[in-house]
């Protein structure tokens, strides 16, 4: 492995790459991470040597298979400080195992006129299923909004959570404003009025240490795939005590400890709710990737991406035309920078980086609510993660010049 | 190659429109009106249109968006206008068609007026869906029954 974290170049083949002629310059972070060789490796090899279900055979593969299966769970014990392997389910996704905690622990703790909290910059997978758990118990949604600077209104926090309130649901980090969420302060409000708290730790967990024993949040859920694991598989955390009492997410393979003609007993944490046979080669790979999160440091990753927040926002906030949301600070930015150019469409600027190398995304983002909250349809989002370099800013901030140039210049 | 790659995508009549559009105002007659969205990226189209005995009387369209669809909503009212239902349908067609690669002839593409040159999206496959969803919102409004809800 190379342990230059400003070189890292050999570990990702897929970066070193002309799009359209141009090198490329990879800044849709956000939306999924490129897989270092190592967790591509992993996959190749499961599949060429130790490919079999896993928990149900006796013969060596089954058991090769189960050991490492069961060895990616007490990595990313580790990796997020969970006090016991068994509070980590793999699911599909954080999307996944959002949903999972609605539609289990939701449905049965949520009782007509109680109140659900989540946050207007809510991703749709931390909003939907809050939204359509809330109709359909007759509960409350309520949404704690941001203050001008946008970042989490913390004194409207104080104001939406009640005692009536039975879950908070807020994103760690915004995958639209770059603000990290006081999640702590949240799951201490939310405890003191004797409700539980969820945190999506999609934009969080690959970026910066966590540690959910400290948050004291009770559930959390995160995909693989943003933090270089292969897409399909994703976490849950969820404190014992409460995972025990809640009912199962999904029924068949796997998660029972006896059926009967008429009735089933099902197993204990975390197989109750890992039905039928899961993506194991994914969540081995997802044990690779947090080797390499870890061989590098999360402290060393969180300071490699603030160096260049810190190189490439002030000069984006420098050029007149373009509007940057969230905090215009950089200590207060993580590496999620939504803009937009005046009087050019983010869809527009975005097929017109493409064209310069450099990939960014545009949309609302699956904020639909954040993007009315700040007034605008869509935003263009450059994301970095910690392989990326000051070439790839650069490369941003000349694409954007020549974009502008490329629309108004007359050069057409 | 970099940015000269967008020529044919952004040529000057497509941002002509986009930067002054043609019946872009509300008809207060109109017989039918869509309201469609790209769920892609959040963008909102609205066309409204006036048929009178199986014509086209009028046309008219708001909504914000790219380049590309706000272009491709101005070309559109000014191809149909004047034309029957029918033949707006069999156009809204052959533009879906082309955006998909498939082929027309040339009289069909004659048809669609300055939309055609909009038919060279299908370079642009992340971009089709913008240039097709005034054609679609067109479609959606001509074959709209009475009673049906406008999708919001």
Not at chain 1, 163 to 184: E, F, Q, R, W, Y
Not at chain 1, 337 to 344: D, K, L, P
Not at chain 1, 375 to 404: C, E, M, P, W
Not at chain 2, 22 to 30: E, L, W
């Amino acid at each position: 492995m190379v342990n230059n974290i400003n070189d890292l170049s050999a570990d990702f083949p897929i970066l070193d790459q002309q799009v359209n002629g141009e090198r490329l310059a990879y800044l849709d972070n956000a939306a999924t991470a490129q897989k270092p060789k190592q967790v591509v490796d992993t996959l190749v090899h499961f599949y060429e040597h130790d490919n079999a279900n896993v928990h149900r055979g006796v013969h060596t593969l089954a058991e090769r298979a189960t050991t490492q299966y069961e060895e990616a769970r007490k990595k990313v014990q580790h990796f997020i400080n969970a006090a016991d392997n068994r509070e980590i389910i793999f699911t599909k996704g954080c999307t996944d195992g959002l949903n999972l905690v609605a539609s289990t622990y939701g449905e049965q703790n949520i009782h007509d006129g109680d109140e659900i909290v989540i946050s207007i910059m809510e991703h749709h997978s931390n909003l939907i299923p809050w939204q359509q758990l809330a109709i359909k118990k007759h509960a409350k949604l309520k949404y704690i909004e941001l203050t001008p600077d946008g970042t989490l209104d913390m004194a409207d926090a104080r104001q939406k959570i009640t005692d009536k309130t039975k879950i908070v649901a807020v994103a760690h980090a915004s995958n639209v404003l770059g603000t990290v969420n006081p999640l702590k302060d949240l799951a201490q409000l939310a405890h003191q009025h004797g409700a539980i708290i969820v945190g999506d730790g999609a934009q969080s967990v690959p970026h910066m240490p966590v540690d959910v024993q400290d948050l004291d949040v009770d559930f959390y859920a995160f995909s693989g795939h943003k933090m270089m694991g292969p897409t399909g598989i994703g976490v849950l955390y969820g404190k014992a005590d409460l995972l025990r009492e809640m009912p199962p997410y999904q029924y068949g393979g796997e998660m029972i400890s006896a059926v009967y003609r008429d009735r089933t007993e099902f197993a204990d944490i975390p197989f109750k709710f890992e039905a039928g046979t899961q993506n194991i080669a994914g969540a081995i790979a997802l044990g690779t990737a947090v080797d390499y999160l870890e061989k590098i440091g999360m402290d060393q990753v969180a300071a490699k991406e603030q160096e260049l927040v810190d190189y490439v926002l002030p000069q984006l906030e420098a050029i007149p035309y373009v509007t940057v949301y969230g905090p215009q600070d950089p200590q207060q930015h993580t590496g999620v920078i939504a803009f937009n150019m005046a009087g050019i469409h983010p869809h527009d600027v975005a097929t017109a980086l493409d064209a310069e190398g450099v990939a960014v995304r545009a949309g609302h983002h699956c904020a639909q609510p954040l993007m009315a909250a700040l007034g605008v349809a869509a935003t263009t989002r450059a994301s970095f993660y910690f392989y990326n370099t000051q070439k790839d800013a650069d490369q941003l901030i000349n694409a954007i010049k020549a974009t502008k140039e490329f629309f108004n210049g007359g050069t057409i | 190659m970099g940015l000269s790659k967008l020529n044919g995508l952004y040529r000057e009549v497509i941002l002509d429109h986009a930067n002054h559009p043609h019946n872009k105002h509300d008809i207060p007659q109109a017989t039918s009106k869509m309201t469609v969205h790209n769920p892609t990226c959040g963008d909102t189209i609205n066309v409204a249109v006036d048929v009178e005995d199986g014509r086209i009387k009028d046309i008219g369209y708001s909504g914000s968006g790219c380049t590309i669809s706000q272009a491709s909503a101005s070309m559109m009212t000014e191809a149909v206008k004047g034309k029957t239902t029918d033949e707006a349908l069999a156009m809204a067609k052959t533009f879906s068609d082309m955006a998909i690669g498939k082929q027309h002839s040339q009289a069909d593409l004659d048809q669609l007026g300055d939309a055609q040159i909009l038919t060279s999206i299908m370079e642009f496959p992340a971009r089709i869906k913008c240039a097709t969803i005034s054609w679609w919102a067109l479609q959606r409004a001509l074959l709209k029954k009475d009673d049906e809800e406008e999708e919001q």
